[in-house]
């Protein structure tokens, strides 16, 4: 059972455009959402989260927007880097007080062109 | 670098062979996460230790895996008989707090990706 999904394997934007990535949850009960940016070769690193009380949250170059009647959650990158070019992790959490295990969903890859 | 360290960085093992895995999380971490990652997937739960008690091991997919972090730092994942659908990156995590909130940020290893032949 996917609880978090990312339908878009991959994504290619221009140099300077903005890049929406987009994940879709079946779980109501997470308390978080998070995006991890992944490199080959190397672990993913956390970029932006969210609560599930807000429906904004911005730093800098990233925002990300979640609406929890959609169940339905984007980050956006504008303006989009070539150095932003790595597979983009959605991720969730929930409060259980213990274990703070996230749940992943499959990635999408984004490419920068120049 | 202080961050998360993870030995070997690739493993061949044959069918049948045991295997371990190391982390060494962020100096002072209390949480440690171990997660499996299959080709083409996210990273999915293994199994929690807050200091050295496993308070979840819930995605640990069959007995044959075994996790153990005997003094709260140093962690070790190991798979007994490898079997080839264990073939995947395993990812180690440290956070500093027991809780998650949004200052305590999951911090990844590189990962050691094992593949068993």
């Known amino acids: 059972d996917q609880q978090v999904k990312q339908n878009s394997p991959s994504l290619s934007v221009q140099e300077g455009r903005i890049s929406i990535l987009n994940c879709d949850y079946t779980n109501s009960m997470f308390d978080y959402f998070l995006w991890y940016k992944k490199y080959p070769a190397e672990g993913p690193t956390f970029l932006i989260s969210?609560?599930?009380?807000?429906d904004k949250n911005e730093d800098g170059r990233f925002t990300v927007f979640l609406n929890k009647s959609a169940k339905h959650l984007s980050l956006h990158i504008v303006p989009s880097q070539p150095g932003d070019s790595a597979v983009y992790f959605c991720a969730a959490y929930r409060n259980t007080g213990t274990a703070s295990k996230l749940t992943f969903g499959t990635g999408t890859r984004l490419q920068v062109t120049l | 670098g202080a961050g998360v360290s993870q030995s070997p960085r690739y493993k061949v093992a044959k069918r049948g062979q045991d295997v371990a895995l190391r982390c060494d999380p962020i100096?002072?971490?209390?949480?440690l996460f171990w997660y499996q990652q299959a080709l083409g997937q996210g990273p999915e739960f293994l199994t929690y230790?807050?200091?050295?008690?496993?308070?979840?091991k819930s995605g640990l997919p069959s007995d044959r895996f075994f996790a153990e972090r005997p003094e709260g730092s140093v962690s070790t994942l190991k798979i007994q008989r490898t079997q080839q659908e264990d073939s995947a990156v395993y990812l180690c995590a440290s956070s500093l707090l027991p809780r998650y909130d949004t200052d305590n940020e999951q911090f990844f290893g590189p990962g050691t990706r094992l593949t068993v032949l």
């Open positions: 230790f807050q200091n050295e008690a496993q308070l979840d």
């Open positions: 100096s002072g971490h209390v949480s």
């Open positions: 969210i609560s599930s009380i807000k």
